[in-house]
T-cell receptor
Framework: NAGVTQTPKFQVLKTGQSMTLQCAQD?????MYWYRQDPGMGLRLIYY???????DKGEVPNGYNVSRLNKREFSLRLESAAPSQTSVYFC???????????????FGPGTRLTVT | GESVGLHLPTLSVQEGDNSIINCAYS??????FIWYKQESGKGPQFIID?????DKRQGQRVTVLLNKTVKHLSLQIAATQPGDSAVYFC?????????FGAGTTVTVRA
């Protein structure tokens, strides 16, 4: 099993450009998450999807959109990138709420995004 | 809002010694806590978790202690090794979402 995979690993954007970060998991998990990590800080939740077909805002959703394409894939889109969105982005997945192990999240390797 | 935090941003440990990483939380409704290890350039990796109905849980070389009275969580690593050098995060949860602290950077001295 590959676990949680993310593409691309690195990306540089100019202010105003758009891009989509891809995430896929092969653990048959129902829930998926997007976080950002800034220097010296913990992870902050951007959006999450408790199950296929549902998405909800997290702590810092402004400037982002998400799509739960199917059970395996959850993408994060920046419509008009800003320097404040320079960060490392992590995708994670877990079992469905209420199931054993629903609190333990498995993380991907991250996408390092720089917006100039 | 309430958040999870760590007492110290850095910890330097001699190889072979035991490490203790502390974490304070403020949400008394949290019923689940988890520790992650993050090595440079990688995603967080699960270490150990504990539910609020327990006060201690042991894994391989790691022990998590939970003191609900003072809202304190700690991670103990026995016989610290060079491979333990990383950033350690605690997180709390009241549902299936996690709220992370800022992390403690552990450096192991040879």
């Amino acid at each position: 099993n590959a676990g949680v995979t993310q593409t691309p690993k690195f990306q540089v954007l100019k202010t105003g450009q758009s891009m989509t970060l891809q995430c896929a998991q092969d653990m048959n998990h129902n829930s998926m998450y997007w976080y950002r990590q800034d220097p010296g800080m913990g992870l902050r939740l951007i959006y999450y999807s408790a199950s296929e077909g549902t998405t909800d805002k997290g702590e810092v959703p402004n400037g982002y959109n998400v799509s739960r394409l199917n059970k395996r894939e959850f993408s994060l889109r920046l419509e008009s990138a800003a320097p404040s969105q320079t960060s490392v982005y992590f995708c994670a997945s877990s079992e469905a709420p209420g199931l054993a192990g629903d609190r333990e999240q498995y993380f991907g390797p991250g996408t390092r995004l720089t917006v100039t | 809002g309430e958040s999870v935090g760590l007492h110290l941003p850095t910890l330097s440990v001699q190889e072979g010694d035991n490490s203790i990483i502390n974490c304070a939380y403020s949400n008394s409704a949290s019923d689940y806590f988890i520790w992650y290890k993050q090595e440079s350039g990688k995603g967080p990796q699960f270490i150990i978790d504990i539910r609020s109905n327990m006060d201690k849980r042991q894994g391989q070389r790691v022990t998590v202690l939970l003191n609900k009275t003072v809202k304190h969580l700690s991670l103990q690593i026995a016989a610290t090794q060079p491979g333990d050098s990383a950033v350690y995060f605690c997180a709390e949860s009241t549902d299936y979402k996690l709220s992370f602290g800022a992390g403690t950077t552990v450096t192991v001295r040879a």
